[in-house]
């Protein structure tokens, strides 16, 4: 069947042999890895803006130069008229900090601009990483994750095995006139494989050497359209992935453009653009917090009431929790802005 092509595919098989192996290393390794590994996707990146060479950041930063000069300029035909009507009031002095936080930043194509980034970068990955060490039902959500995510990917090779194992003759006997049971026998075979491979798999990623949140011997008589659910488990693995791809790209991304709003933000407006960007940065920041959350929350439970649906932290993974972080992420960052916005006013007002 499909997953069985893909299994012996991935390990130098052919279609139909069977060597002893029923989950492909490739698969495992993709669902035990999860967001760390999209994070050190994006490593050399973050490297190269950190260093000015990335080519986009440096490209932005010329241009959002030329912008800041051209409005520092109207900012000081105002100033130097305010000025000599004021002398150096504390309005006036403090007008001027703004532009030269500007022209700082700017300076060494963004130098202490993109260390700032980097700083809320690494802050966001740090307490990311601290709530994926929260322990709960005495194991830390990152490991609850990964043993899940390890024990449906065996769930699901052993379910693909056993609707193999019906493929074959029932009750046959062999020369000497003994009744065998080759379905069964089969089906045995397969359960204590998969289980001492489940075995080894948490062993070599030091979550405990248990069998598992789940009991092999439970599946043995539930029947699955093997194609058809590992087609959807591979998509599902996958949307995981896109989400939590796109999510760091984002954050690359508004590090990319932190320059426009730093400069637009010298418009002689009551609300600064960079609060929008702080403000973004802060969404995007609780996307994924929540998604670690949501995700951390439902591995415990499901370790600690064990499931044979190999599907069912992948539909928690792939489509429920990245709906319920993006409303709470997206709710949270306008509220912020709508915060700032609003108590800068009123800071603007009372003066």
């Known amino acids: ?40 996707s994006f490593k050399q990146d973050w490297s190269s803006f950190a260093n000015g060479q990335a080519p986009v950041y440096t490209a932005v930063v010329a241009t959002s130069t030329m912008v800041a000069v ?39 194509n963004g130098a202490m601009l993109a260390s700032t980034c980097l700083a809320l970068r690494n802050t966001t990955v740090t307490l990311n990483r601290s709530i994926l060490s929260i322990t709960k039902n005495g194991v830390t959500m990152k490991d609850a994750i990964r043993m899940v995510n390890s024990d449906q990917s065996f769930v699901l090779a052993t379910q693909t095995m056993l609707a193999e194992c019906d493929k074959l003759a029932g009750i046959k006997k062999d020369e000497n006139g003994n009744i065998i049971n080759k379905k069964e026998q089969c089906k045995k075979e397969a ?33 699955i359209n093997n194609v058809v659910q590992g087609v959807v488990f591979i998509i599902l693995n996958g949307m995981e992935a896109a989400f939590q791809y796109i999510l760091q790209l984002s954050f690359l ?9 730093l400069v637009l933000s010298l418009l002689p407006v009551s609300s600064k653009a960079i609060y929008a960007w702080l403000s973004g940065w802060l969404a995007l920041t609780l996307i994924l917090i929540s998604y670690s959350i ?58």
């Open 191 to 223: 359960i204590e494989l998969s289980r001492q491979e489940a075995i080894k798999a948490r062993e070599a990623k030091k979550l405990g050497s248990g069998s598992g949140s789940w009991n092999p011997w439970d599946i043995g008589a539930e029947t």
């Open 1 to 40: 069947m499909f997953l069985n092509y893909l299994f012996a595919q991935s390990n130098g098989q052919q279609p139909g042999e069977n060597t002893g192996t029923t989950i492909a290393p490739e698969i495992l390794e993709s669902v035990n890895k999860g967001s760390e590994m999209m994070i050190n």
């Open 253 to 261: 991304l508004t590090a990319y453009v932190s320059p426009i709003f």
């Open 70 to 108: 051209v409005l520092i300029s109207w900012w000081g035909l105002g100033w130097y008229s305010k000025f000599s009507e004021e002398g150096f009031s504390p309005d006036v002095i403090s007008e001027t900090i703004y532009p030269l936080l500007v022209i700082l930043m700017l300076t060494n």
């Open 294 to 351: 949501i995700v951390g929350i439902a591995a415990s439970a499901i370790v600690d009431a064990p499931s044979t649906n190999p599907l069912l932290h992948q539909l928690i993974q792939a489509i429920f929790s990245p709906l319920l972080a993006l409303a709470i992420g997206t709710g949270g960052g306008l509220s912020v802005f709508s915060a700032i916005t609003g108590s800068s006013k009123f800071v603007l007002g009372k003066r």
